[in-house]
């Protein structure tokens, strides 16, 4: 399966796109996320984030946001939304769509960093074991 996985940048939004987005986002959070056409051309068209996605039989089962921006310490990128389809779970999804994101994130530079909540054990092994280090610090977040 793993030869049959492809990933790459999101360019184009359909409807087929947004659902499938959306059906991830339902495996990720809780909570529903209202993600619309626009919310993901907004990210497609910026210059600061790419959405990458892995297809698998031609349908979408995968994806990963890198996001980055300069700020004075240095040029900071970070990796949001790593979701896989509950279907191919365990067969090096995520890792591929991690590693893509190492990769394009080595043309900028800076640092690398990611969120994960302590319950998503698979997901924190993974970080873990592609050399992301554990940082000591406390997240906090406000809707504005």
Known sequence: MQEDIRIYRLTVCDEAVVAAVKQLLSQLVSSPV????ETLRAILESDNSAMYVAEYEGRVCGMI???RYHAPTGIKQWIE???VDSSV???SVGRRLVLHAIEQAKEF??????????S?????NLYRS???ESKETNVYKMKV
């Open 81 to 83: 939304d790593v979701v």
């Open 109 to 118: 530079g800076g640092t690398l960093m990611l969120t994960s909540r302590p």
């Open 65 to 67: 946001t890198l996001a």
């Open 120 to 124: 998503r054990v698979a997901a924190n």
């Open 34 to 37: 209202e993600c619309t056409a």
């Open 89 to 91: 779970r365990g067969k």
């Open 130 to 132: 592609l050399e992301f």
